[in-house]
């Protein structure tokens, strides 16, 4: 069973930029599928950004295409998410997920709700003014 941790979240001022991390305690497959989300009270996690472990393919919510970058340290087995000119509209809570359910790097970036992830982080807060 994966569990995951993030950590990097804080305050910042619009325009600034953030490194989140998420990092797996136990063993995960190189062939998984993870995701950054964001979640504000009252609204559904949303998802920002995917990739597919194996073929490092990446992809982004419109909102937030050109200032993110998921990307992953194979060697640490530590996915991140590099926000750059960071809005207030990008507050919120930030968790990870991950999942092995997917057969094709589209069928895994073409994962976007909150049910199509089993693993999940405990969340860290973004918050921009």
């Known amino acids: 069973h994966v569990q995951l941790v993030e950590s990097g979240g804080g305050s910042v001022q619009a325009g600034g930029s953030l490194r989140l991390s998420c990092a797996p305690s136990g063993s995960i497959s190189s062939n998984h599928c993870m995701g950054w989300f964001r979640q504000v009270p009252g609204k559904e996690r949303e998802k920002v950004a995917g990739i597919v472990n194996s073929a490092g393919h990446t992809n982004y919510a419109d909102a937030v295409k050109g200032r993110f970058t998921i990307s992953k340290d194979p060697a640490k087995k530590t996915l991140y998410l590099q926000m750059s000119d960071l809005k207030p509209e990008d507050t919120g809570e930030y968790y990870c997920?991950?999942?092995?359910?997917?057969?094709?790097?589209?069928?895994?970036?073409?994962?976007?709700?909150?049910?199509?992830?089993?693993?999940w982080g405990q969340g860290t807060q973004v918050t921009v003014s």
């Open positions: 997920a991950s999942d092995y359910r997917f057969d094709t790097s589209n069928s895994c970036l073409n994962k976007i709700k909150e049910t199509d992830f089993s693993a």
